[in-house]
């Protein structure tokens, strides 16, 4: 089971950038995505998740306002759409599967949750 994030670079404040995680040996629909981020120095945060709670999306609070997380089961890839980036946004963004979550908690935004990690993809705004 491999995960693949892509679609990172260097993008100008404001403007949108869309990850893509493709998934090879496996079905990503029978499982809970993920998007996580560790900018330089810090910790990983959840970003985004998908069948994951109560069997559908989840956002951290900060970011639901300018992130969507979406998937194609034909291609078996889910997206993250990141508008009006910030420098702030900087970090490597992963992809990750685990179970997915029927139950309407949180626990799918917490990444010891999920058992597949792709290897990242390196997002950097700047001017």
């Known amino acids: 089971l491999q995960l693949q994030a892509s679609g990172g670079g260097l993008v100008q404040p404001g403007n949108s950038l869309r990850l893509s995680c493709e998934a090879s040996?496996?079905?990503?629909?029978?499982?809970?995505i993920a998007w996580f981020r560790q900018a330089p120095g810090k910790e990983r945060e959840a970003v985004a998740c998908i069948k994951c709670r109560g069997g559908g999306e989840d956002y951290a609070d900060s970011l639901k306002d300018r992130f969507t997380i979406s998937r194609d089961n034909a291609k078996n890839m889910v997206y993250l759409q990141m508008n009006s980036l910030t420098p702030e946004d900087t970090a490597v963004y992963y992809c990750?599967?685990?179970?997915?979550?029927?139950?309407?908690?949180?626990?799918?935004?917490?990444?010891?949750?999920?058992?597949?990690w792709g290897q990242g993809t390196l997002v950097t705004v700047s001017s």
């Open positions: 990750a599967a685990g179970p997915p979550n029927y139950f309407t908690d949180s626990a799918g935004l917490r990444p010891s949750r999920y058992d597949y």
């Open positions: 040996g496996f079905n990503l629909d029978d499982y809970g």
